[in-house]
Every structure is written in C-alpha cells, then in structure tokens.
C-alpha cells in the first residue's frame, strides 16, 4: 500500500481528497486517494474497470477531455462498519453555463494498515426522476 | 428488522435470495430480502429511493410492467468486513428473443441480529464498452 503525505484517517477524509482531486482535474491527487489493489470503477454508462493502473487510466482520460468540472456533492447516506464504508453521494456536475447533471455515486472504502482509501467507485447519470421504473 | 422464514447466514445467501425475487416478479420474497430501514436503491437513470416502503413501491412498479425476465448474474468482486459486505456484480438481463441488456449493480449487505439484508442496490445500464471515458 502506498505511503502517501496524506494518510486519510477516516472516510469522510478519503472522500473530500477524492472529490478534491477530481474537481482539480488532478491526477497525482487521485492516485493517491485509491488503494493500490484490484480496485473497481464504474463511470457513467461504462463497463466495470478493474484494477489500480486501469482505474488511473479512465480518470487520466476524464481529465483530458474535460474542462475543470464544477462539482457540488451531497452525501445521501453513509454506512460504516470497522475497516468497510459505503457513501451513497450525489454529484451534481456543471457542464455548461446554467446547465448541470445530476450523477449518483456510490463510493467504497477500505481501511488498510496506513488509512482509509477508495476502492470502489460506482457512478451512473440521473435520467428520470419520478418514481415509475421499468427495467431500463 | 423482521423475522422472515429465510434468516439468510451470508451475504451471499442474501444475494441469491435478491435475484431469485427479481427473477420471479416475487414481491414478498423482495420484501424479505430488504432490511426494514432506511435502506437505497437506484434503479438504472432512477433517481435515489430511500426508505422500506418506497423501495418496496418501486419494486412493484417493476414487476408489474416487466414479464419473467430472465437474468444471469456474474459475481465481480466480494468485499466483506464483520457486519458490511459490498458485491458488484454484472446482471445480463435478456430483454427480448436474442436480446440482453448488461446492467452492473453494486449491492451492499448488513448484518442485523437475525441474519444479513439488502441495505443497498445501485444498478446502471453499461452503454459503452470501450475505456475512452467522458463525464457522462
């Protein structure tokens, strides 16, 4: 596991330099927020990416192709257990003047011997939003 | 939390369960599977649905607009601490003749006194196969 400056003491901390490092287009800071392991990631409409290089990968891409985001996040819940938590966020995102989307994240962290670190991330747009659902 | 004939030992056990309701249009078999609290779901473009009885009433709106659908599901990873356990996993629901809709879900479980429940679905249609990734 990596030592990094920032050794994030619980969730809430890992998360904050998560969303640090995203809206900052930083790809140094991601690196460091995620746990050198068989980590998994799911953007929006993306298939499962798995493993540490993989994951850095797809957010060097989303950072190349996107201006600085404007990102507002709102945790909807959190569940703690002693070295697992789960944050279900929502990620409103700018992505023009006045125009925004609304994405639901949930995020996955795991505690190892120097700190609390992402290891999942699972993100998928806001296309409806009343409560009539079908299977697609 | 209620005591159901099915005191599921595992979060696997729990998992099954799940698809096995989804499978079957099963709406009292979903509603053992989920612990009665303040759980979430998100149904693929749904917004967020928190609370027992909400995700109940989505679940029944799904069932009765959807035939059987038949759903072949592949475990991608288990992470598990003591009393949180969370699975993702890639559901091939088949939608017509010869014509399937992958989905993945991130499905997280926790121990309560009689056994584990769904406390969590996160589920998102895979639109895109390829690694080249944007914001949405």
């Excluded at 996040?73 to 006045?98: F, P, Q, S, W, Y």
């Excluded at 296309?127 to 697609?136: F, K």
């Amino acid at each position: 596991m990596q030592l990094t400056q920032e050794n994030y003491i619980s969730p809430d901390e890992a998360e904050a330099a998560f969303y640090a490092a995203f809206s900052h287009c930083d790809k140094k800071a991601m690196g460091e927020v995620w746990a050198e392991d068989d980590v998994v990631c799911i953007h929006p409409g993306s298939n499962v990416i798995v493993g540490y290089d993989a994951v850095m990968r797809s957010w060097t891409n989303i950072f190349s192709n996107a201006g600085l985001p404007g990102i507002a996040v709102n945790v909807i819940k959190r569940i703690h257990d002693v070295t697992l938590a789960v944050h279900l966020v929502e990620e409103v995102i700018a992505t023009g003047e006045n125009a925004y989307v609304s994405v639901l994240a949930t995020n996955v962290y795991r505690k190892y011997e120097h700190g609390w670190f992402m290891v999942g991330h699972h993100s998928a747009v806001v296309q409806a939003a009343t409560e009539s659902h079908t299977l697609q």
